[in-house]
């Protein structure tokens, strides 16, 4: 696969699966959590086996981070990692940008926002670059699954703030 930093063509917000079509980079998936509350707590499933965020998804690794507000980490992609990020605590903007010269939504760039508010899982495919920032003044806390073990061969970097791609952050001081 080629992968070309280029200057953000398009932006869009996304909120949930709405396809190519509308918007979302090709290859991504967003699954809407369904929190079940009751007086003891909550219970929400991440995935299935047999749910489009996972399909031909075989878990390889199972990671967690804790990171602080007022943080960005960005911009890497992989070349052959598929992340499905599911964000469980505060609040975090993801944000991708399709750096894949073959793929139709090359240059397109996207932001989902997701919490423990806005429970989501989201698969980000290799090829993709991405990261994010944490808003508000609460720690983020997620998990993330990958079709690969950590190779830090498998990744390529990009500055969060590189006017070669051109994004813009929101609510975060730049770090």
């Known amino acids: 696969m080629k992968v070309e930093i280029t200057r953000i063509k398009e932006h869009r917000i996304i909120h949930e699966q709405v396809g190519p079509e509308k918007g ?3 290859g991504v998936v967003i699954k809407q959590l369904k929190s079940w509350p009751d007086d003891r707590g909550h219970f929400a499933e991440i995935f299935r086996a047999d749910e489009p965020v996972v399909a031909d998804f075989q878990i390889l690794q199972t990671s967690l981070t804790m990171t602080r ?32 010269v073959a793929s139709p939504t090359y240059g397109l760039a996207n932001s989902i926002f997701c919490g423990d508010r806005y429970l989501k899982a989201v ?11 944490v808003l508000g003044d609460e720690e983020m806390t997620m998990v993330y699954y990958t079709n690969q073990t950590y190779n830090p061969k498998d990744e ?6 590189d006017p070669a791609l051109g994004w813009t952050w929101w609510g975060v001081e730049h770090r």
């Not at 698969?123 to 920032?133: D, K, L, T």
């Not at 390529?156 to 703030?161: E, L, N, P, V």
């Open 69 to 100: 507000p007022g943080t960005i980490k960005a911009f890497h992609w992989h070349y052959h990692q598929d992340d499905v990020f599911c964000p469980l605590r505060g609040t975090i903007r993801i944000s991708l940008v399709d750096l894949r």
């Open 24 to 26: 979302l980079i090709e």
């Open 156 to 161: 390529g970097r990009i500055a969060h703030d």
């Open 123 to 133: 698969r980000i495919p290799c090829g993709v670059a991405h990261g994010y920032e």
